[in-house]
């Protein structure tokens, strides 16, 4: 991470409570000089362990406050907050909507699904790439918090990917546990047929 300046701006307790009741207290922190110039934050769980277990989930105003089922985003990030609060860690909430495109754009790559695209197709119908995320601010905000090597909690090989050539040790790749559903199990097959992700998609119909 030579050459890179970021720094912690802010850092306060906050607690939470999720719609199911389960509480946790988090550290939440703010950066300056962070790549991108997004407002990227990092909840501490804790005590954090010398090899922290670290989330990287991008932010979804759907899935996490709306509860959409379109995709499996709001169960990912519940499950994240448990898991890390028990073990201690990050989670590190990163604003890249839509897989980096935006708010409007997944809105957009929706009504594209809607007509028979999935959802890499539907973002390349609209001009963008199938995944616009770059990790870079993620790897500057772990080396801040002074993290060495990691356990990343992911089913997305181009997290460890793009961590591992930005410096950052990961140690082991942990899988979240599958959320599908009849409204996302598209999105989670397309994921698994088109990204590599390590889905187990269940066998059972949906209707």
Known sequence: M???????????????????????LARVSTFTGLADGKEHL???????????????HSECLTGDVFGSQR?????QL???VERISVTGGYLLYLRQ????????AKLDAYALQDSGLDTYAANRALGHLDDERDYTAAAQMLDV????????LTNNPDKSAQLAALGVKVREVLPTRVYASAANVRYLQAKVEH?????????????
Not at 71 to 75: A, S, T, V
Not at 145 to 152: S, V
Request: hydrophobic share 40%; net charge neutral; with cysteine.
């Open 97 to 104: 909507e839509g897989r980096g495109i935006g708010l409007y």
């Open 2 to 24: 030579a050459g890179m300046s970021a720094a912690i701006r802010t850092s306060v307790p906050v607690p939470l409570r999720f719609p199911d009741g389960f509480e946790a």
């Open 42 to 56: 990092t909840l501490a769980f804790g005590p954090v362990t010398e090899v922290p277990l670290v989330r990287l």
């Open 145 to 152: 918090l002074g993290a060495g090597p990691i356990d990343l």
């Open 195 to 207: 990204t590599g992700h390590t889905i187990r998609i269940p066998a059972q119909k949906f209707g």
């Open 71 to 75: 995709c499996d985003c709001g169960p």
């Open 78 to 80: 519940r499950e994240a």
